[in-house]
């Protein structure tokens, strides 16, 4: 699927049924991320937070009083192995691979 194919296809939604992800599917997510194209050595990786108790801690912590997102079985965070705007932009950049 080419870019701008992608970008009319793409969704949102902040409401999550009560149904689990095929565990191969998550796999193969992860096993993308980790093998996204990197625009430097930086290397940011993409973590699987799992169960919706612990997503909702993890976004809480990360972004306040979070209640836009709701019962989300799942989250891919981010993960810097440092703080810079060159991090910053290669995982940006992965993250954008893996939607």
């Known amino acids: 699927m080419?870019?701008?194919?992608?970008?009319h296809q793409r969704f949102s939604v902040r409401s999550y049924a009560d149904r689990?992800?095929?565990p191969a599917l998550l796999e193969r997510l992860?096993?993308?991320a980790e093998n996204?194209?990197?625009l430097s050595d930086v290397s940011p990786r993409v973590a699987?937070?799992?169960?919706?108790?612990?997503?909702?801690?993890?976004?809480?912590f990360m972004i306040g009083s979070y209640g836009?997102?709701?019962?989300?079985?799942?989250l891919l965070a981010?993960?810097?192995?440092?703080?810079s705007e060159k991090a910053r932009v290669d995982l940006?950049?992965?993250?954008?691979?893996?939607v």
């Not at 981010?78 to 703080?83: D, I, K, T």
């Not at 940006?92 to 893996?98: D, N, T």
């Open 2 to 7: 080419d870019m701008l194919a992608a970008i």
């Open 20 to 22: 689990l992800v095929d």
């Open 30 to 32: 992860l096993s993308f």
């Open 36 to 38: 996204a194209d990197r």
């Open 48 to 60: 699987l937070i799992e169960g919706s108790d612990a997503v909702e801690r993890v976004l809480t």
């Open 68 to 74: 836009l997102v709701q019962n989300a079985p799942y």
């Open 78 to 83: 981010g993960v810097l192995p440092e703080e």
């Open 92 to 98: 940006g950049y992965v993250l954008e691979q893996v």
